[in-house]
């Protein structure tokens, strides 16, 4: 909405609290805990029904089932899962805490402006401070097949586990890399389901030369995976490595995995292909946010440019900027590092906050250190999990954009006509204008064009997000509550300022 500059003074934007935390995985309570203690007001707004992010998710309800005699699901999902319990627990008694579940974010501004969705009720909230928590995504993984009904991520299949106790059946064939896959294959085990076959792309020399990198802080976390491989190979489950060049076989379903390892061609028949590529940052609501980012080429990802307390930056021209971006983001959302990283770099953003705030001497070197130890574990991570279903850019016929059904094939066609950048692309094609807004296919459109440029991935393009990040209802749009005072402002004829020189605009910050 636009005015004249001149008229009057804007009228104040109220604060809603100090601290609006989006996302109530492991680093958005621990962050909440801490400003709460402090004294601070938080508003936590997260899309899931109960706390705990991806990872401790209904963790309280699978606790309590427990406690009924329904003890197999919780003893399966295994230490890791059940350690949420106290973090919940001291979340849930802060009364200075306004959790609000089931609410979707659509967009957040850098001035400290978040807009959110629950039902057909919308609108905006403002705080001084805002702490994106949103979490993490699976690395999309287009291959010949992976459309097809059956073909499953392992954070899909972990989420039906936590949520609706939900365990599959039939042959289950897990391919990719990552702790994660390891994890997901013991935990269906346990529950009596042996897959048939875990088919890994990571090789065994990729963990001799990763072990470099190993520090006393990352034993813990990698004597784990070590017992998560144990535990396959003595309960017979088949396993193999450097497995390339996927494609799932079927008509209306999946019906078969077929692969090569080693040169040699493999088919494997299956009811369920479970895929996964490893993690990456959700950078959606930082993108859309106007966020600087920056190319992991380690990680082979975008996420957010922050400093080590997560403080974001504004890359939104300077007509449209804040003088001070609002924003930080930890946890995952940041940097992947797992449940206890999430919960000290949370600590952490929340300490720096009550430093700005004035409530606090600054970051504590305990808190310091334990973001560093629990980190330090990364670096062989990576090079122990390279990517690997993902690696190699997709033959023609493989769809990319499966929202709308774009293949590789038809965007090539479309760069080589000279639609080279990302959002001349998309304008074309509505490549990543469908449901996921570019989570899916924005780094595979953006390697082909980079193939077409013959460039290298750190010069990836990137197109920039617009809101709202996630779909929002027309009703719920036209009933926005909270709408900053100054862009709901009607201007009459008679507000015309008489000398023309004066008659200029001013458009506050999206």
């Known amino acids: 909405m636009m005015h004249a500059t001149g008229l009057r003074p804007a009228p104040p934007v109220p604060m809603d609290a100090d601290t609006i935390i989006v996302g109530c995985g492991p680093a958005g309570m621990a962050a909440a805990i801490e400003l709460a203690e402090a004294g601070c007001s938080v508003i936590v707004v997260d899309m899931q029904p109960t706390p705990g992010g991806q990872i401790f998710r209904n963790l309280e309800a699978n606790i ?54 629950r039902g057909m009720e919308a609108g905006y909230l403002r705080a001084s401070h805002v702490l994106l928590a949103h979490g993490a995504m699976e690395r999309p993984t287009p291959f010949p097949g992976w459309t097809l009904p059956g073909v499953m991520t392992a954070g899909a299949v972990q989420t039906l586990l936590k949520a609706g106790n939900l365990k599959p059946s039939g042959n289950i064939v897990l391919a990719g890399t990552g702790p994660l896959l390891l994890l997901l294959a013991r935990q269906l085990h346990r529950l009596g389901v042996k897959p048939a076959l875990v088919g890994r792309s990571d090789r065994f020399a990729d963990g ?21 491989l144990a535990h396959l190979k003595l309960a017979g489950v088949r396993s193999v490595t450097g497995l390339s060049d996927l494609a799932a076989e079927g008509h209306e379903k999946v019906e078969a995995a077929s692969f090569t390892v080693r040169g040699r061609k493999m088919r494997v028949p299956c009811d369920l292909l479970v895929v996964h590529d490893g993690i990456v940052p959700a950078v959606d609501i930082p993108n859309g946010a106007g966020l600087a980012l920056q190319w992991d080429q380690v990680n082979a990802s975008w996420r957010p440019r922050t400093k080590p307390d997560g403080q974001a930056a504004s890359t939104l021209p300077p007509e449209l900027r804040p003088d001070h971006c609002a924003i930080r983001i930890t946890g995952d959302a940041r940097r992947i590092g797992g449940a206890d990283a999430a919960m000290a770099h949370g600590q952490l953003a929340a300490q720096a906050i009550l430093a700005d705030l004035g409530r606090g001497s600054g970051i504590s070197a305990k808190v310091r250190a334990a973001v560093g130890r629990t980190l330090s574990v990364r670096p062989f991570l990576d090079a122990a999990f390279p990517p690997g279903l993902s690696a190699p850019l997709p033959e023609n016929n493989t769809i990319v954009c499966r929202c709308e059904e774009l293949t590789a094939g038809t965007l090539r066609e479309k760069i080589r006509a000279g639609f080279t950048n990302m959002d001349a692309l998309r304008g074309e094609t509505r490549c990543g204008m469908g449901p996921c807004q570019g989570r ?71």
């Open 64 to 117: 309590a089932a427990a406690h009924s005699g329904s003890r197999e699901l919780l003893a399966a999902l295994g230490p890791s899962y059940r350690a949420g319990a106290d973090l919940i627990q001291r979340f849930r008694a802060c009364t200075r805490i306004d959790y609000r579940s089931q609410t979707t974010v659509w967009e957040v501004r850098p001035d400290g402006t978040v807009g959110w969705l």
């Open 208 to 228: 001799l030369r990763a072990a470099r990198h190993l520090r006393q802080g990352g034993l813990a976390p990698v004597i784990k995976g070590l017992g998560w």
């Open 440 to 510: 899916n296919c924005m780094v595979t459109a953006a390697r082909l064009i980079a193939e077409g440029r013959g460039a290298d991935s750190p010069a990836l393009p990137i197109f920039r997000g617009r809101p709202p990040v996630r779909p929002l209802p027309l009703g719920a749009l036209a009933s926005l509550t909270g709408l900053d005072p100054r862009e709901t402002e009607l201007l009459t004829l008679e507000d015309k300022p008489e000398n023309d020189q004066e008659d200029t605009v001013h458009v506050p910050a999206q």
